[in-house]
């Protein structure tokens, strides 16, 4: 249900316009360069090139990291799913924790900035 509705509220977004942002250039060799306006429609070529250098074994790590595994491949996988649940959880909760003391931070930045600024 959640998974439902997060989807549903990332469709509803406004999608950036990445592709014309970013060009990816292959070396004969096969080494992508990476040539893009801005941070972000880097980050949108770098995931780019690297799904279709290791597609399979990205989507893989993604499921293992959130500990989904046995979802896929059944009972043999509960174990390694133990594992990265409790990781991923720790992970999310250090990640909000971070955004929270990092939105603090830029909020009082701003109030003094204002306040210098008069």
Do not use: C
Not at 87 to 101: D, I
């Amino acid at each position: 249900m959640l998974s439902s509705l997060l989807l549903f509220a990332a469709l509803q977004l406004p999608t950036p316009d990445y592709p014309s942002r970013v060009e990816i250039r292959r070396t004969a060799h096969g080494v992508p360069h990476i040539l893009a306006e801005d941070m972000a429609a880097m980050g949108y070529g770098l995931a780019w090139a690297q799904l279709e250098d290791h597609g399979a074994m990205v989507v893989l790590n993604l499921v293992r990291g959130r500990g989904e595994l046995s979802k896929i491949f059944g009972a043999d996988s509960l174990e390694s799913d133990f594992t990265h649940k409790e990781t991923h959880a720790l992970a999310v909760a250090r990640a909000v924790s971070f955004a929270r003391s990092t939105s603090r931070l830029v909020r009082r930045t701003r109030r003094m900035l204002r306040r210098s600024s008069h």
